[in-house]
Structure formats: C-alpha cells, structure tokens
Nanobody, 124 residues
Framework: QVQLVESGGGLVQAGGSLRLSCAAS????????MGWFRQAPGKEREFVAG????????YYVDSVKGRFTISRDNAKNTVYLQMNSLKPEDTAVYYC?????????????????WGQGTQVTVSS
C-alpha cells in the first residue's frame, strides 16, 4: 500500500507562487509515475501535470504550461509542483497521485493511489 501526503497549499494573491509537495511511503517510489490533479468547486477533477519515474518525461495541461513545473526527488520519496503566476482560476483542491507503471499518463483511471488533497486558493 502506498500512502501519499500533500502539503504546501494555502491562500495566495494572483501573480504569486506556491510549491506543493507530496511525500510518498514505500520503497519503490522511484518506479512510480506521478501526477498532480485538481478539482475546483462544481467541476470534475482534472489532470494538471505528470512526471515519469526518472523525471525524464513531464506533461502539462495547456492551461498551466509555462507557469507550473513538476519535479521529483526519488531520494526523498517526494514529488513537487512549483506553481508561479497563479491565477484565480487555479483555485482548487490539488491531489497527488501515483501509478505503478512509471510512464507519464493523464488519465485519472490510470493512477492507483491518491492523496487526501491540499487546498489552493488564489485571490484576485
């Protein structure tokens, strides 16, 4: 069983930055593909960014390209989401997810484990 714990959410003004962290349990973290998803009030959960097991491949939804950066530190069993130039429309609960296969995918159903989520609120 893999446990994922997100942190780093909060309230920030538009144009500001936040860095989300997701700490994973388990000795095989370095083999997992990892992703960040978000769910805004009244909307479906959507893929934000993903990273392969090695960090060599990343993928972003168009709305965050150039503003968000996903990275990972396999020695620390942690994946990060650096969010810059935040906009009010980025307001959502952000979830970390892990998949047993190490490739980058955007489908929610492709992920096996989920964190509890962390709230990000961007004020205008």
């Amino acid at each position: 069983q893999v446990q994922l714990v997100e942190s780093g959410g909060g309230l920030v003004q538009a144009g500001g930055s936040l860095r989300l962290s997701c700490a994973a349990s388990g000795r095989t973290f370095s083999s997992y593909g990892m992703g960040w998803f978000r769910q805004a009030p009244g909307k479906e959960r959507e893929f934000v960014a993903g990273i392969s097991w090695s960090g060599g491949s990343t993928y972003y939804v168009d709305s965050v390209k150039g503003r968000f950066t996903i990275s990972r530190d396999n020695a620390k069993n942690t994946v990060y989401l650096q969010m810059n130039s935040l906009k009010p429309e980025d307001t959502a609960v952000y979830y970390c997810a892990a998949r047993l296969w190490g490739t980058v995918v955007r489908g929610e159903g492709e992920y096996n484990y989920w964190g509890q989520g962390t709230q990000v609120t961007v004020s205008s």
